[in-house]
C-alpha cells in the first residue's frame, strides 16, 4: 500500500472513530440550537474557547481537569471489569469530609498532614464503593444501580457532618472551618489554583494505563470485562476482581474528594464538590473514549474545556452556560446510538462469517 | 443446472436461485451460485463452514439481498426484501437456534404473526385445531397447550416446523437442523421432512453431516469457497466424492487409530468416586456417578443432552464448586481436586463463544488465558512481546489460519477458533484434559485434524474426557465410552465394542444395556 494509500486509511479509521463524528455531529447539532435561539455561533465559539483557556482562564480550567480526571479513573477502573461506577458522588464526597475531619482534628506533623488525610479519603472512598461488591458477587445486584443507591446517602451523610458536628461554629454556613495550613495542597509554582493534585492524578493515569496493558491484573480485568464467563474459565476470581475494581474506582473517587477539600478554599464547603458534576463529565469523558484508555485523558480535556469555556461563552457572548450541556448530553447521546449500530453490525456480521 | 424456459409446468422447481451473487467487503461469499429445489424433494446443500451455505439460505430467505442474480418461485421472478415477503412467497426457515417464546404454549408459538381472529381476538379455540390438523396430516405431533419452554429440544423444533407451515410453507429451508438433536430425534426429523415432502412440499436442508444427506436427502449441492462443486443425485454418489467436492481432496481414509493394542493400566489420572450433585432448586443431577480416566486413553461420554454431562464436567474442571447436599469426590492424580479451576485440567468447552473465547480480544489474548500467571515477566508483568511470540508459536505448531495474532479472534472461521481453543488447551501438557464437542460447527478438513490432535494428546500420555454427541467420532476415538441417563453412567462399552444401536439404546435408558 501506497504511503498515501495508508494515510488515507488512518485518517479514515480517525473519523470513523467513535469520538470523532460524535464530537462532531453534537457541535453541528448545538451550531443548529443556537441559530435557532438567536445566537450567533461566529461569537459563541470563540468566546468559548477564550472563556476556557484565553485571560487566565486556563488556570481555572486546569483546576476543573484535575477531578474530572481522578473521577474518569473513578468509573473506568471498575468499568473495564464490565462493573459500572455511578456512585462517584457519594464516594467523592465522604472521602472529602474524612479529609476535612482528619486534618481538622488530628494534629499532624508537616510531613504526613498532606498525606495522611488524602489516604483517609481514599480509604473512605473505597469503603463507600466497597460496600456495593458484596451485593454484586453474592446477591448477584448490579453494581450501576447499588452503586447510585448507595451515592444519595452517602452525599447525605457527608452533608449532615459538615453542618453539624464539623461546622464552623457561628457563621451558620455549611462548611467546615479553614484546614491548618499544613494541610493545604502545595500549589504549583506561580498558580494560586493548580496544586500538586495534578501531577499526583497525572501520575495515577499513567500508573492505571500501565497496569491496563502489560500487567497480569489488567489483562484479567479486561478478560472479565469483555467475556466473564471466558475469564472464570480460564481460572480468574472474577468476583475478586469485581470487587477489587469497584473499591478502586472508589479509592480514586474519594482521593478526588480529599483533593478539592486540601485545595483552596481550604475548607469542605457543602456542595462544593458535587454541584460542579465533576462524576458525570468524568462518565461522559469516559464513554466518549469508547474502551480506549489512552484517549480518556484527552476526552477529559475535551468535556472540560466545554464545560469552563461554558461560562466565558455566558459572559461574553450572552449565551447560557447550560448550552455546554446540552453539547455534553448530545455527545452521550450519539455514542449510545454509535454504540449500539456497532453492537447490531457485530451480531449481523457474527451471522455472516458463519455463513 | 436452472430449468430450461418452456419447460412443461410439473417440471418447474419449487424454489431457484439464478446466478446469485453476495459479497461482504472483500470476501465473495455467494459467486453466481445456481440452485434449483424442485417440488417434492429434499435438497440437501453442504459445504464446510465459510463455503457460502448460510448467506445463500439468507438470500433465499430475504434477510439478505444478492448484489447480483435473483429468486425464482414456481418459475416466476421474485423480489425479496424481507423474511416477511419470502413468507408470503411460501418459503419457510427454521433456524439454528430456534426462535420461540419458551413462555407461550405450542399453539400460541405456531400461530404467532397470522393469529386466527374471533370476535377482534385471538381465537384460541382455532389455533390449537389448526395445530392438531398439521401436526396430523404431517406426523408432527405435539401438545398444542403445553408450554414451549418446558418440552425437549426436538419437540421445540417441531414447533417451529410447524409455524412454518401453519404460515403457508411450500419449500421448508432448514438450517443445520440436527445439530442440537439426539440420534433418535434425527431420525425422527427425517420422517417428519418425508411427509412433508409427500404432499408436494420441498425441503432445502443445510447441513456438515455428509450421513445424514445419503440418508435423507434425494439431491445434493455441494459448496465450496462460495462457488458449486459439485450437483449429485444421492442414490448415486459416495461420502467420499461429497468429500472431495466440498474439501477439494479426499480425507485420510483411517481415522486416528484408537489406543493401541493393550489398554493402559495403572492408576487414574482422573477419578470420580460416587459424585452426587444437586441444582439449586434441590433437583439430583448427578446420582453416584463413578469412573476412571488413566494417563494415555480417551473416555468417551455419549447422552442425550441434559443428562448430567453439564454438571459432571462443570465439577471435574472445578467450575462448580462442590455444595451443601452434593457428595462424593473428584481426585486428580489421586487428590481432591482444590477449590476453583484447577490448571491441571485442561479444558475446551462446548460454548466457543460464551466459554471458550472472549470475541473483541485478540488472538494472542485469547490464547493467552490461563496462562498468564506462568508467563509473567515480572512480578506483575505482561511483556507484550512474549505474549505475541507465545501466540505466533501456537499459530504456527497447531496450523491455526489467522491474518494477524493481533486481530479479535472474531476474525477467525470456526474451524480455526476451535483449533486455537485446543492449542491453547493442550499446548499446556496437563496430566488431564477435557474435551466437549471438539468439532461442532467445525468443517470436515479441521474435523480431521482436531480429531488427530486429541490422538496425539491421548499418545503423549494425557488423560482424556471426551464429551461429544458425534457418535462416529467416539466410537472412533475412544479406548472407552460411558454412557449418561438421568444423572446416572448407565452404561460402559469399549470403543470397538460399541455401535450406535447400542450407544443410542442406552442414551434412551433402555432397560437391558446397564453395564
Redesign the interface.
Known sequence: MSAAGSAAELGRRVVLSTPVPAVGGALVLTTLVMLAAGVDPALAYPALVRGAVADGNLEYTIAAFVPTLGMALAFALPLRAGEFNLGGDGQMAIGGVVAAAVALELPLPAGIAVALPLAAAALAGALVAGASAPLRTRLGLPAIVTTLLISAPAVSLASYLVRFPLAEQGTGMAQTPPLPESAHLPALAGSAYVTIGLPLVALLTAAWLY?D????????I??TG??R???????V?VDRLAAITLTGGGAFAGLVGGLIVLGPPYRFVEGALTAPGYTFTAVAAVLLATGRPVAVPFTVALLTVLQAGGQGMEREAGVPGQLTQVVQGLIIVIVAVFATVRHLR?RSG?????? | MSAAAGEPAADVPAAELVAVTKRFGPVLANDAIDLAVAKGEIHAVVGENGAGKSTLMSVLYGLHRPDSGHVRREGRRIRLRSPADAIAHGLGMVHQRFRLFPELTVAENVVIGAEPVRRGSVDRAAARRAVEELGERYGLRADPDARVGDLPVGVRQRVEILRALYRGAEVLILDEPTAVLTPGEAARLFEVLRSVTATGASVLLVTHKLSEVLAAGDRVTVLRRGRVTGRFDTARTTADELVRAMIGRSLATAAPPRGRGAPPRGPYALEVRDLSVRDRDGVARLSGVSFGVRPGEIVGLAGVAGSGQRELLDTVTGLRALGHGDSGEVLLGGAPVPRGRDPEVAYVPEDRHGRGTAAEMSLAENLLMGDQRRIRTARFGLSRAAVRARARDLVERFSISAASVDAPISALSGGNAQKAVLARELSRRTPVVVVEEPTQGVDVGAQERIHALLAEARDRGQAVLLQSSELPELRALCDRILVMYEGRVVAEFRGEDATDARLGEAMTGAAGAVR
Do not use: I, M
Not at chain 1, 229 to 235: C, I, K, L, T
Not at chain 1, 350 to 355: N, T
Open positions: 497496569a496493558t502489560r500487567t497480569v491484573l489488567g489483562y484479567e479486561r478478560a469483555q467475556n464467563e471466558f475469564a472464570r474459565y480460564g481460572g476470581a457485530a457474527g451471522r455472516e462469517a458463519r455463513a
